[in-house]
T-cell receptor, first 112, second 114 residues
Framework: EAQVTQNPRYLITVTGKKLTVTCSQN?????MSWYRQDPGLGLRQIYY???????DKGDVPEGYKVSRKEKRNFPLILESPSPNQTSLYFC???????????FGQGTRLTVV | GQQLNQSPQSMFIQEGEDVSMNCTSS?????WLWYKQDPGEGPVLLIA?????ELTSNGRLTAQFGITRKDSFLNISASIPSDVGIYFC??????????????FGQGTILTVHP
């Protein structure tokens, strides 16, 4: 089954403790991205990747890092999480930047 | 940056009623997309619009790409309980620094009473 898989689905952590949210897609998509969803703001792009080893900032990249060492994986790294990064995070992938984006099921992160 | 204004923010309707929601932008998009998000899930694409003036249907859903390329609407006819969810519009630009980026509206929360 074609899908985008994120882990974990839920995470509660403390301020400053590094964490990684994984994202994997099995559709051989080139384009992958991370979004955060906050009430009243819709989804905002954090980082994107056009292909392996090619990443760039989206609208809200501060406090986040990403890597794209393999085509299928695009982890989101929070080196020192802060409470304002409490949010619902979605990974998405598509064949290119202009084709339909498929979203993962989301990761609800709480930073206390 | 680009902004999308989506309205209404929420709707409470009776089963069988028609629904209409729209998005307006401060700038031009080359593609307009409408997504639906069910509770606990990621957004799923409903309709994609690629040309100004385009009117596209998908079952009970109809969406239009505004002629100015700065707006779009989505209509749902004869609503049913499973239409409940959050509906998002999204605009996509051609390229440059915005390559592939989806700019989302704030979402419309739809509640359907049986």
């Amino acid at each position: 089954e074609a899908q985008v898989t994120q882990n974990p689905r839920y995470l509660i952590t403390v301020t400053g403790k590094k964490l990684t949210v994984t994202c994997s897609q099995n559709m051989n998509h080139e384009y992958m991205s991370w979004y955060r969803q906050d009430p009243g703001l819709g989804l905002r792009q954090i980082y994107y990747s056009m292909n392996v080893e090619v990443t760039d900032k989206g609208d809200v990249p501060e406090g986040y890092k990403v890597s794209r060492k393999e085509k299928r994986n695009f982890p989101l790294i929070l080196e020192s999480p802060s409470p304002n990064q409490t949010s619902l995070y979605f990974c998405a992938s598509s064949f290119t930047g202009f084709t339909e984006a498929f979203f993962g099921q989301g990761t609800r992160l709480t930073v206390v | 940056g680009q902004q999308l204004n989506q309205s209404p923010q929420s709707m409470f309707i009776q089963e069988g009623e028609d629904v209409s929601m729209n998005c307006t932008s401060s700038s031009i998009f080359n593609t307009w997309l409408w997504y639906k998000q069910d509770p606990g899930e990621g957004p799923v694409l409903l309709i994609a619009l690629y040309k100004a003036g385009e009117l596209t249907s998908n079952g009970r859903l109809t969406a239009q790409f505004g002629i100015t390329r700065k707006d779009s609407f989505l209509n749902i006819s004869a609503s049913i309980p499973s239409d409940v969810g959050i509906y998002f519009c999204a605009g996509q630009s051609a390229g440059g620094t915005s390559y592939g980026k989806l700019t989302f509206g704030q979402g419309t929360i739809l509640t359907v009473h049986p």
